[in-house]
T-cell receptor
């Protein structure tokens, strides 16, 4: 079991470039999440997918789009990168949303720098 | 709305000393509470969770936390710190029926030899 995997591990973009962060889980989880982590701000939810075929905005969705490709994969796209999107991005999954089932499993993260 | 406040962005303890990391929550309904640990350059790993069963919850690596409704707290403790405990710790809250977790801003634990 690989758990939650993310690619790439590191990325440098120029302002205005686009890219897609990939995430996959092999735990047969229904729910998946994208967070960004910035110093002193903890983790902030960008988007989540409660189940295959659904996606919803989180706390900081502006400048991002997501696709739940299938039950395993959940991608995050930056259409036109900005320096404010420099961050570490984490993907997570859980059995489903709601209460005790919110035990989330995290990937190793993608460190993104936008110059 | 749910939220958590972690008091102290940095905590230093000597090896072998008590570890106490503070978390206070705000929730209009009985919450579910979690502690996660993040080692350098890694993702978050669940330490323990409170899901309305026993108020004293034991987790991995000798950590435990006590849910105190009267104090709206869920502090994380470990009797004796080990060098390998140096990491960042996050408290998080959810509530029944909610679709996401709300994380605190984290506490970085340093263990002094």
């Amino acid at each position: 079991n690989a758990g939650v995997t993310q690619t790439p591990k590191f990325q440098v973009l120029k302002t205005g470039q686009s890219m897609t962060l990939q995430c996959a889980q092999d735990m047969n989880h229904n729910s998946m999440y994208w967070y960004r982590q910035d110093p002193g701000m903890g983790l902030r939810l960008i988007y989540y997918s409660a189940s295959e075929g659904t996606t919803d905005k989180g706390e900081v969705p502006n400048g991002y789009n997501v696709s739940r490709l299938n039950k395993r994969e959940f991608s995050l796209r930056l259409e036109s990168a900005a320096p404010s999107q420099t961050s570490v991005y984490f993907c997570a999954s859980s059995e489903r949303t709601g209460g005790a089932f919110h035990e989330q499993y995290f990937g190793p993260g993608t460190r993104l720098t936008v110059t | 709305a749910q939220s958590v406040t972690q008091l102290g962005s940095h905590v230093s303890v000597s090896e072998g000393a008590l570890v106490l990391l503070r978390c206070n929550y705000s929730s209009s309904v009985p919450p579910y509470l979690f502690w996660y640990v993040q080692y350098p350059n890694q993702g978050l790993q669940l330490l323990l969770k409170y899901t309305s069963a026993a108020t004293l919850v034991k987790g991995i690596n000798g950590f435990e936390a006590e849910f105190k409704k009267s104090e709206t707290s869920f502090h994380l403790t470990k009797p004796s710190a080990h060098m390998s405990d140096a990491a960042e710790y996050f408290c998080a809250v959810s509530r029944p029926g909610a679709n996401n977790l709300f994380f605190g801003t984290g506490t970085r634990l340093t263990v002094i030899p």
